[in-house]
């Protein structure tokens, strides 16, 4: 008689799994589940970044208001200072010191301004320079000690 080997347990290799039927749904619905919280984390995600960025313009934003306002004590600060008073006295009001010089810029009389000849004499060409003519030199100073 031969010998007939019988298993107690049954192999896990030789049992085939027998799966749920419906397993093919569940299996779709935990797909469009993790697909879902995929998405949403993707978004979180961009929301944050969007955030961050308007941190940053915010910060920048901030600094640029601190420097103005140093800039605008730095303008009072020497806008209530002697060097300012001085500086608007003698410059917009025209007020001196002793010790300085003044000059004064006389305007030409209205009768030398009447005087004046508004045309060239005649000798003196109008639309060529001559370096080397004598007369055109003549002519030059002429008008100007006119």
Do not use: C
């Amino acid at each position: 008689m031969g010998l007939v080997r019988v298993p107690i347990s049954p192999n896990p290799h030789d049992v085939r799994r027998q799966r749920h039927p419906a397993y093919p749904a569940l299996l779709l619905l935990a797909v469009v589940v993790g697909l879902y919280f995929l998405f949403q984390h993707v978004e979180q995600l961009r929301e944050l970044s969007a955030v961050h960025a308007q941190v940053a313009e915010m910060r920048q934003n901030i600094a640029l208001g601190h420097q103005n306002t140093l800039d605008l004590e730095a303008e009072l600060r020497y806008a209530t200072s002697d060097e300012y008073v001085v500086h608007m006295a003698r410059g917009e009001l025209g007020y001196i010191k002793e010790g300085d010089e003044v000059y004064i810029l006389l305007e030409k009389p209205a009768a030398q301004v009447e005087n004046t000849p508004t045309t060239l004499p005649a000798d003196v060409e109008h639309d060529s320079f001559r370096p080397l003519d004598w007369s055109w030199w003549q002519s030059l100073f002429q008008q100007s000690r006119e």
